[in-house]
Nanobody
Framework: VQLQASGGGLVQAGGSLNLSCIAS????????MGWYRQAPGKQRELVADISSGGSRNYADSVKGRFTISRDNAKNTVYLQMNSLKSEDTAVYYC????????????????WGQGTQVTVSS
């Protein structure tokens, strides 16, 4: 299973970006999908995730500014980022957990390649 993220870029503070991540390959099922980020010199942190049923979870730092959504039919998760701040600058990684057709008994964790988001002040 592969996760392909897109949508990062350079934006001014106060601006918006929309990230997308598509899961493909030998997918049997996907549970939660989400986004993490890692800024230089910092640990990777959860930004937001969403369950297969639509329950959402956000980091306190992005509540009210970011919105996560997903299209289960397309195995795609989105992150709409508004009112961006310089501290949102990081590499954003897509994540999903589920099971693949190689062995449906084993739960898996999958990561995308990361997409750079840079917010200029």
């Amino acid at each position: 299973v592969q996760l392909q993220a897109s949508g990062g870029g350079l934006v001014q503070a106060g601006g918006s970006l929309n990230l997308s991540c598509i899961a493909s390959g030998s997918i049997f099922s996907i549970n939660a999908m989400g986004w993490y980020r890692q800024a230089p010199g910092k640990q990777r942190e959860l930004v937001a995730d969403i369950s297969s049923g639509g329950s959402r979870n956000y980091a306190d730092s992005v509540k009210g500014r970011f919105t996560i959504s997903r299209d289960n039919a397309k195995n795609t998760v989105y992150l709409q980022m508004n009112s961006l701040k310089s501290e949102d600058t990081a590499v954003y990684y897509c994540h999903a957990d589920g099971r693949d057709l190689l062995n449906i008994r084993i739960p898996r964790n999958w990561w995308g390649q990361g997409t750079q988001v840079t917010v200029s002040s």
